[in-house]
């Protein structure tokens, strides 16, 4: 006898429809349908919620996204602590700015060429309106699922970001990362080389009293950025793994679960390994061992991340000066090694 298993997924972006394709690749049989709020998938509000930053790890080959759906190859990093520069080469091919909500449309449609059921304009407002099998919550941050669970854990950051076209600050190829007194850093990445387009954004461990807009307008104008501001964007991001990852049959992927890189922000990656994970392991039967195998593979960087983050909050009391030495002794390297290793 053939037993129907049906898994809802809650969220049709990176972390939810890795999960669904995953579920399939896996088990052809299963009945896996993606709920998602907005009528289209990809191309909407939340869609370029991030600075478009992707690196692809080694063993992560199968999420290579399609070449047109890339901007920039990225080929160098530069860091800035205070006065100090430094510089990265980048292994060709392992870094890039995408076209985010091309990307997520390009999921879309290996999920729906695996038999995965997509359902648009479905905003799900509670667990109890699922009746599957197995839940996924992959609703981003603030999770839709945890809020109604009363499930708050986890530290959180907030970002403000903008996208200028004809920019003088374009530099193809190049990423811009400076850190600032305010326990945070403002990044520029090279967007559209047709549009000399770059995403410049500011993020900072939220707790702090500050405009992010006029931190942002304050840096351009230091550094004397130009171009057209086409698109804002910004929100809670979720600093590293946000506990619990499971919960009775509900599993936590993406920003609801694993949440994105305590130093640098960067969540594409940690979503797409959190969503093929939990689909393996409920498609073997086995959905009691997500969280020690993502824990396993993250738990490092987390620690080293948070630990920074929440030395830098304490710092922050003293004032900015505190900050900038935090970020100028022998530990701040190994955060800077960090930075590179994950950016």
Sequence with gaps: MVIDIKIDIVGGSIGGLSTAISLKEHDKSMNVVVHEKYKT??????GRRCGEAYRIQSLWKKWQPRKDIIYNQIKTLEGFLGEKRTVQSIEPGTYMILDRQAFIRQLADTAESLGVKTITADKVTSVHELDGDYIIDASGCPSTIKRELGMTRGMKGITYQQTLEDSNAYVAGTVKIF???????????????EKREINVGVGTVSGGDYNLKEVLEAFKKERDISGVVSHVTGGLVPLGMQRPL???NILFVGDAGVGAFPVNGEGIYRALISGDVAGACI???????YPGLIIRQFVKWDFVGKLWQRANQVLRGIGPRAVFF??????SAGMVKSLKAQV
């Design 246 to 248: 499971r919960f009775q």
């Design 283 to 289: 498609a073997c039967g086995h959905p009691e061992q």
């Design 41 to 46: 998938i990809g191309y909407n509000p939340e």
């Design 326 to 331: 935090s970020i100028d002794n022998p530990m």
């Design 179 to 193: 850190f600032i007194g305010i326990s945070g850093f403002i990044w520029i990445f090279p967007r559209d080389p």
